[in-house]
């Protein structure tokens, strides 16, 4: 396994199913990213799970947990939050650097 500890739960995370055992473990381990996303400011955990699947993989557990279930969906949501802000702030981000790159390049280069 990779040393990275959001990588490793979402691993884990698609190699267990739906049956009861697997969902204490998807709880607990939906519950560690939940730690590991708002643990630290600015450990960039968010962004190594959204680069990672972790926004579509959490999503794919949402729509296939058994109704009776509500411990693992009310942990998924939580993580699924976190990702969704995660992956908003990204693109914010990203978006910005887009226009103040052109901003610069504008100018720099008087165009």
Do not use: Q
Not at 2 to 26: H, Q, S, T, W, Y
Not at 34 to 44: A, I, K, M, R, Y
Not at 75 to 96: P, V, W
Request: charged share 20%; net charge negative.
């Amino acid at each position: 396994m990779r040393e990275n500890p959001v990588i490793n739960c979402l691993e884990r995370l698609k190699e267990l199913g739906f049956d009861d055992d697997d969902l204490d473990e998807m709880v607990g381990l939906l519950d560690e990213l939940v730690g590991l996303f708002t643990g630290v400011e600015g450990s960039g955990n968010v962004a190594i799970g959204v680069r990672n699947g972790g926004l579509e993989l959490v999503c794919s557990i949402c729509s296939n947990i058994p109704i009776v279930s509500e411990k693992v969906l009310v942990s998924a949501l939580k993580t699924l939050a976190l990702l969704i802000h995660g992956m908003c702030f990204y693109l914010y981000r990203m978006m910005l650097f887009v226009l103040l790159d052109g901003w610069f390049m504008d100018l720099k280069f008087g165009v």
